[in-house]
């Protein structure tokens, strides 16, 4: 089975920089994707990471640590806009478990 | 029209009704996915499709069915709807399986449905 764990809610203030972190336990792990949504509205992607590391999307940037079974979704320079929901998921080979997200509020 | 449309957005039935939700996308990407979102809650995969007649099951298909006669369209069937299946479903495609960027997911708008 696939389980995600991610903190509920974030607060942060416009212009500063936030973490959502990730933990995972998967049995077959491919890769570790992260998804956007605004209320009322469908998940957009955001990244994915198959390879330890940091990629970076311009504000965006995810994390992944196969050996402590971690990722984390950095976003910086925060905007209004980006009061969201934030889910990680795993990927296990055609299928995508996602993680039950954290929101994310901004405020000014 | 390009994208992934579902129909219909709303849905109102009433309990051991039969409900078919409808999805449609126009890129031929191979994938198609069916998902459950229930307030405050992730997603949860019921059915995904690899191939036009090729589906498989997800994390929770009890209670629903699916087929893929044609690449672009991936119906999905509430035989006989439950109070518990209240919850609003997203399809997605994506050109190719899950992993790396071929595997970016593309989610319609979602159909929000409630069962009396």
């Known amino acids: 089975g696939q389980s995600l764990e991610q903190p509920s809610e974030v607060t942060a203030v416009e212009g500063a920089i936030v973490q959502i972190n990730c933990t995972y336990q998967?049995?077959?792990?491919?890769?570790l994707s992260w998804y956007q949504q605004h209320d009322g509205g469908a998940p957009t992607f955001l990244s994915y990471?198959?390879?330890?590391g940091l990629e970076e999307t311009g504000r965006f940037s995810s994390f992944l640590s196969r050996s402590d079974s971690y990722g984390y979704l950095l976003l910086q320079e925060l905007q209004m806009k980006d009061s969201a929901s934030y889910f990680c998921?795993?990927?296990?080979?055609?299928?995508?478990?996602f993680g039950g997200g954290t929101r994310l509020m901004v405020k000014p | 029209d390009a994208g992934i449309t579902q129909s219909p957005r709303y849905k109102i039935t009433e309990t051991g009704r039969q409900v078919t939700l409808m999805c449609h996308q126009t890129?031929?990407?191979?994938?198609m996915f069916w998902y459950r979102q229930d307030l405050g809650h992730g997603l949860r995969l019921i059915y995904y499709?690899?191939?036009?007649?090729?589906?498989d099951k997800g994390e929770v298909p009890d209670g629903y069915v699916v087929s893929r006669s044609k690449t672009e369209n991936f119906p999905l069937t509430l035989e006989s709807a439950t109070r518990s299946q209240t919850s609003v479903y997203f399809c997605?495609?994506?050109?190719?399986?899950?992993?790396?960027?071929?595997?970016?997911?593309?989610f319609g708008p979602g159909t929000r449905l409630l069962v009396l």
């Open positions: 997605a495609s994506s050109e190719s399986g899950t992993s790396g960027f071929m595997g970016t997911q593309y």
């Open positions: 998967t049995s077959g792990f491919y890769g």
């Open positions: 990471n198959a390879l330890d």
């Open positions: 998921a795993s990927d296990a080979g055609n299928m995508l478990t």
């Open positions: 890129w031929s990407h191979s994938y």
């Open positions: 499709s690899a191939a036009a007649d090729i589906t």
